[in-house]
């Protein structure tokens, strides 16, 4: 069965950090661009970052910036999300989703552009 669990979310003040991880089993990762979404309540899911399968090609939504990290960990198949001076606009649940690309380096935040997702991880940024 090809699943991802996501975990590393709770509840954080702003300014503080957390580090997200999305594990996958029944597949490896190696063959995959790893995407993380999120998605608040009342508001469209919107793409997070991305990091190819050869992990050169990253991308990152304006938003996130100089604050969040993607990195990939192929040896634990687990892809992760540093996130750092969270804001309280980043509360969200979180999902890591995967997709085959031919490129190795092609990375891209377009959801519909992935196929497998993850159940998600709630984010909460709050005093």
């Known amino acids: 069965q090809l699943q991802f669990v996501e975990s590393g979310g709770g509840l954080v003040q702003p300014g503080g950090s957390l580090r997200l991880s999305c594990a996958a089993s029944?597949?490896?990762?190696?063959?995959?661009?790893i995407g993380w979404f999120r998605q608040a309540p009342g508001k469209e899911r919107e793409g997070v970052s991305c990091?190819?399968?050869?992990?050169?090609?990253?991308n990152y939504a304006d938003s996130v910036k100089g604050r969040f990290t993607i990195s990939r960990d192929n040896a634990k198949n687990t892809v992760y999300l540093q996130m750092n001076s969270l804001k309280p606009e980043d509360t969200a649940v979180y999902y890591c989703?995967?997709?085959?690309?031919?490129?190795?380096?092609?990375?891209?935040?377009?959801?519909?552009?992935?196929?497998?997702w993850g159940q998600g991880t709630q984010v909460t940024v709050s005093s």
């Open positions: 990091i190819s399968r050869s992990g050169g090609s990253t």
């Open positions: 989703a995967a997709v085959v690309f031919p490129d190795q380096a092609m990375c891209v935040m377009t959801g519909a552009r992935y196929y497998y």
């Open positions: 029944g597949f490896t990762l190696d063959y995959y661009t």
